[in-house]
């Protein structure tokens, strides 16, 4: 579950050394490039990947970080990759659009695309041809053999739909059908009573689907909502994950995780094969 991490709560459950920038007291309980390590000098971003081995598990005891000096620099390797950001002088982009309009325009004049528009293609059924005997009768003056002939008469062939594109599991996106879910983020003054009336459900169901959801929900806190249902009988309890990155599958992602990757593609509704999406919102079944 995605949540403000509050260190009287996850005592023991988290590293110590672990919290957010502007606040080495408070960390997030997911992975998240917002996580640094402050046993490090100077302090910085921890890889998702490292923060699931060490820093979010019992197991932050064996980070050889934790266990080494505090003045040493973060290991290879562990670190979160910086982008550098591209900030344009002024003028320089009116330049830039003013010089991509002019080439769309001369490659436009020598493709002949100003006098010569392209017909938007048909999608044509398909035809099968079949083949149809015809006997002409027989001349008795002449005596001949009757003579067979092949007519072709067409068969037209529907062409099935293309199936449509799945919408990736934004905040507030509507998914799976028995119950359906979403992933909400609380707002300022939201609670269990007011959440479970808007989206008619009930409070024990919002607590039952949740992995170890606390009895006071926080501002900025992720968690899951059954909606227009209350039964949950027949679900597991969920933890939240963001996928940063994206463009990566279904299945590569559950091998990353370490998850089964059947109940990770039924209880998130997605089809074998399926590519998340950069901060696309996924369920993980405990």
């Known amino acids: 579950m995605n949540q403000s991490s509050d260190p009287n709560l996850l005592r023991g459950k988290l590293c110590p050394h672990l919290g957010v ?19 490090v000098k100077p302090p910085a971003r921890v890889n998702l990947v490292q923060q699931r081995e060490y820093c979010l598990s019992i197991k932050y005891t064996s980070c050889p970080i934790y266990s080494g000096e505090s003045a040493q620099k973060l290991p290879e390797g562990w670190g979160k990759k910086k982008t550098i950001e591209f900030k344009p002088k002024p003028g320089m982009l009116a330049a830039i659009v003013v010089f991509l309009v002019c080439v769309v325009i001369l490659v436009s004049f020598l493709l002949g695309l100003f006098n010569k528009p392209e017909t938007p293609a048909i999608s044509l059924p398909t035809v099968t041809p079949t083949t149809m005997v015809f006997m002409e009768s027989p001349t008795s003056e002449t005596g001949n053999i009757p003579v067979a002939t092949e007519t072709l008469a067409p068969i037209v062939t529907e062409v099935p739909p293309q199936p449509t594109d799945i919408q990736p599991h934004m ?38 689907i949740n992995y170890e959801l606390t009895d006071s929900l926080l501002y900025n806190q992720i968690i899951v909502l059954p909606v227009n249902s209350t039964d949950v009988a027949n679900l597991p309890s969920f933890s939240v994950y963001q996928e940063q990155e994206g463009n990566v599958s279904i299945e590569e ?29 996924l369920l993980i079944p405990h």
């Open 253 to 281: 992602l559950a091998d990353r995780m370490k998850i089964d990757v059947v109940s990770f593609r039924t209880y998130n509704d997605l089809p074998e094969g399926y590519i998340v999406s950069p901060g696309e919102w």
């Open 171 to 208: 905040l507030e996106i509507v998914f799976s059908t028995n119950p359906q879910l979403l992933v909400h983020r609380i707002q300022e003054g939201e609670g269990f009573i007011m959440l479970a009336e808007k989206y008619q459900t009930s409070v024990d169901a919002i607590k039952a």
């Open 21 to 39: 920038e502007d606040d080495r007291e408070t960390a997030l309980s997911f992975p998240s490039e917002h996580n640094c390590c402050f046993h």
